[in-house]
């Protein structure tokens, strides 16, 4: 059975930074596609970072430039450094893949899901 558990989460001011994790069992990361996702209260779920088999990386316009998305095959972990926090960062992350090798965007429907991990940034 395929099982994503985050972890990371946590409260920090405005300018913090977090590292979230993603551990995989069950399943090879390194051989799909893996995101974060996030879900504010009252808003859309939506694709903030992925990556493909390939290494290629998809990153939100609202994260460019202060979120990177990597993973440790070795682990089997899938991480988000997320440096100089807002606000408006504040929801649910959650890790997710799907069984695509390759994968130029952040509009695919995951097949699996993790329960999530909350980030809080207080101004």
């Known amino acids: 059975q395929v099982q994503l558990v985050e972890s990371g989460g946590g409260s920090v001011q405005a300018g913090g930074s977090l590292r979230l994790s993603c551990a995989a069992s069950?399943?090879?990361?390194?051989?799909?596609?893996m995101a974060w996702f996030r879900q504010a209260p009252g808003k859309e779920r939506e694709g903030v970072a992925g990556?493909?088999?390939?290494?290629?990386?998809s990153i939100a316009n609202s994260v460019k430039g202060r979120f990177t998305i990597s993973r440790d095959n070795a682990r089997n972990t899938l991480f988000l450094q997320m440096n100089n926090l807002k606000p408006e960062d504040t929801a649910m992350y959650y890790c997710?893949?799907?069984?695509?090798?390759?994968?130029?965007?952040?509009?695919?429907?995951?097949?699996?899901w993790g329960q999530g991990t909350q980030v809080t940034v207080s101004s």
């Open positions: 990556i493909a088999s390939n290494d290629f990386t």
């Open positions: 069950a399943y090879t990361i390194s051989a799909y596609c």
């Open positions: 997710a893949s799907v069984r695509l090798r390759y994968c130029y965007s952040l509009t695919w429907k995951p097949d699996y």
